[in-house]
């Protein structure tokens, strides 16, 4: 079971967030959560994307990472990840040297593949997977970026320059996805965020919002997080293993 939402937040005009869950894709600025409910004998991804670059150029980064990367990987399966998300960089960068206008643009990912038994966590930035546990989140994904593991009321200031990114150079760099293979558990509760909803939320905060009902819970998620002035755009993604 699956539930997206994605929204502007508080501040900017537009949403440079994108998020894929099966074939389905938005960057709308969304007031209620989308549901899904996928059989794991095919494959089954989720990704929210990130962009970064100016005017509208970030919206269109995200977009090509999170469709494109999630096509993949529904047709694919888990086998290819890396392999994905490394050909889906080269596209990006290949689209900037199209229309060098678009030369900078760039976008984060992260991402979780279940196909059978197996289950994958992956990312590239600062977009951030958690599991939900009985002590609270706990943090999958590894934030490519000079803090990692920076956490909301920590009183400490987070720097958000990223040491690895799809596209976001003017020059074509090769990505290395972190990957982590979990085991596919029934009942196991995964949160895929961007880092409007953390650098707002702490994880005690999030984990609280995090109920039975995942459509209810994503949008409480947001609620909370626009509750609370969220800058940046904000992006919910929230999956679980059912019996």
């Known amino acids: 079971h699956a539930a997206g939402i994605t929204h502007r937040g508080t501040v900017r005009d537009n949403n440079e967030d994108c998020i894929a869950i099966g074939f389905w894709v938005s960057q709308e600025t969304m007031d209620a959560a989308r549901p899904f409910e996928h059989a794991l004998d095919e494959p089954f991804a989720c990704i929210v994307a990130d962009g970064m670059g100016g005017h509208n150029d970030g919206e269109k980064a995200s977009l090509l990472v999170a469709r494109s990367l999630a096509r993949r990987l529904l047709a694919g399966g888990l086998d ?3 392999t994905s998300a490394r050909a889906v960089n080269a596209e990006l960068f290949a689209q900037v040297k199209d229309n060098p206008a678009l030369a900078g643009m760039g976008s984060t990912m992260v991402g979780l593949a279940a196909h059978a038994a197996r289950l994958v966590i992956f990312n590239v930035g600062d977009s951030r997977a958690y599991k939900l546990g009985e002590r609270g989140l706990m943090q999958l994904s590894t934030d490519d970026s000079m803090q990692q593991n920076w956490k909301a009321g920590s009183g400490v200031e987070r720097s958000t320059k990223l ?7 003017t020059t074509f760099t090769d990505i290395e996805p972190h990957l982590l293979l979990e085991p596919c558990v029934a009942g196991s509760t995964y949160l895929l965020c961007s880092d409007g909803l953390y650098e707002t939320l702490t994880e005690q905060e999030m984990a609280a919002l995090i109920g039975a009902d995942l459509k209810a819970s994503a949008e409480a998620l947001l609620r909370a ?5 969220a800058r940046d755009n904000t992006t919910v993604a929230l999956v679980r293993i059912a019996e």
């Not at 997080?225 to 002035?229: F, G, H, Q, S």
């Open 80 to 82: 290819g990840v890396r």
């Open 163 to 169: 040491l690895q990114s799809f596209g976001g150079r």
């Open 225 to 229: 997080a626009l509750e609370k002035k």
